[in-house]
Structures are given as C-alpha cells and as structure tokens.
C-alpha cells in the first residue's frame, strides 16, 4: 500500500516552454502534498506543500509564479514550471501524506534545453 | 524541527548488521524520528519511524536512546541493494519532512 506515482518520469524541453508533472496517490487519499526538488549530489529541498481545495503554502524563496501547484483533488496534484530555463532543469520529487507518514513518487527528471 | 546530525558515510560488508547513527539532541516531545533512504535515482523510500519505544518492521528496527537525543537504525542481514543515501528526520507527526545531508551507506561484497 502507500503507493504514490508520478509522470512523466523524465522531460526534456525546450527554454521558454511549460511543463506540468503530475503526481498521483494510487491508494490513498492525501489531503496533503508536497512537492521538492534535488539538484546532483545534493538532499531533497522541499519547494511547497499543496491542501486539496486551497492555495499552495510556498517556501522561502520559491517563485509562486514560476511552480504553479494544483491539487483538484485527493489523489492528484499537479506541478507546472512555467517558462523553463535551463538553470531549472533538476529531479522533481512530491509526496502524499499518508496514515502516520509521507510517501514518495519515484520522481520526474527535467532537462531544459 | 530538531536538527539531526548523521556520519557523512558508512561502510558495510555484504550479510553484517548495518548501525547507522543519528544525533538529535534538541529533539521536542512531539516529534518522532523518521528514517529514510533514497536509492540513486529515485524517489525516497520510507522505512520506519518512532517516538521513544523502540520499533521493528521487515525492513528495518529503530533504537531510540531513553533520554531520544539519539537513535540507530539497524539492517540486520545488509545485501548489495541496500546502498543508498539513509535520511535521519526529526518531526512532529503530520508536519512536512525536511531532509538534511543524511548519511551514504556502501555495502561491500
């Protein structure tokens, strides 16, 4: 059980363009999610927690306007990096909050070119 | 949240006990320990979590000192696919996990 997916599992665009990544519970319904982002050889920062039905809570120095975060609904939330730029291109990671702990999709890989 | 403090890296040899230490000595009443490691690559895995008894599932157990300043987790029988990066987080249940540098284990055959 716990199981949490995400899609695409790598993207490559073009600079300039939008991406959105989904992530989804499988067998779960999360009120709660959580999106962060892991550059190489670094740990997971976490970029903003998403509540089904509200606003986005974003961290410190994470662009609102640039990470458009939806969560329609108790099994999805979405991830929208408008106007890509190669200095965005990382490994992107959400996660539900399940019965007692959070859980993990396998993350999206982007590449901007 | 209480700050963790993990041993950059570890070494292992393939079959042993692996003991990975964690240090969270300003740890508040409400917060548990969690445990998780992320294999390259991929997502985080969660494998255990505990507030002061100790715990065990099929993965992993979790010691957790009398006084919780500190804890250990243990993989009782390491194989080669247990190699990954070990985040040790202090948080109270249902607030967001915030990972810190955690420690690489290396099993060696």
């Known amino acids: 059980g716990a199981v949490v997916s995400q899609h695409p599992s790598r993207v490559i665009c073009k600079s300039g363009t939008s991406v959105k990544i989904e992530c989804r519970s499988l067998?779960?319904?999360?009120?709660?999610m959580f999106w962060y982002r892991q550059f190489p050889k670094q740990s997971l920062m976490l970029m903003a927690t998403?509540?089904?039905?509200?606003?986005?809570?974003?961290e410190q120095g994470v662009e609102k306007d640039k990470f458009l975060i939806n969560h329609a609904s108790l099994t999805l939330s979405t991830l929208t990096v408008t106007s890509a730029h190669p200095e965005d291109s990382s490994f992107y990671i959400c996660?539900?909050?399940?019965?007692?702990?959070?859980?993990f999709g396998p993350g999206t890989r982007l590449l901007v070119l | 949240d209480a700050k963790t403090t993990q041993p950059p890296s570890m070494d292992c040899a393939e079959g042993r006990a692996a003991n990975l230490p964690c240090n969270h000595s300003?740890?508040?009443?409400?917060?548990?320990v969690y445990w998780y490691r992320q294999i390259h690559s991929q997502g985080p895995q969660y494998i255990i979590h505990?507030?002061?008894n100790n715990e065990t599932n099929e993965m992993a157990s979790l010691i957790i000192t009398e006084d919780r300043k500190s804890s250990t987790l243990i993989l009782p029988h390491a194989t080669l696919r247990d190699t990954a990066v070990y985040y040790c987080?202090?948080?109270?249940?249902?607030?967001?996990?915030?990972f810190g540098k955690g420690t690489r284990l290396h099993i060696l055959p």
């Open positions: 996660s539900a909050r399940g019965f007692q702990t959070q859980y």
């Open positions: 067998d779960f319904q999360a009120t709660t």
């Open positions: 998403s509540n089904e039905g509200s606003k986005a809570t974003y």
């Open positions: 300003t740890i508040s009443g409400n917060e548990y």
């Open positions: 505990g507030l002061k």
């Open positions: 987080i202090a948080a109270p249940r249902d607030d967001k996990i915030i």
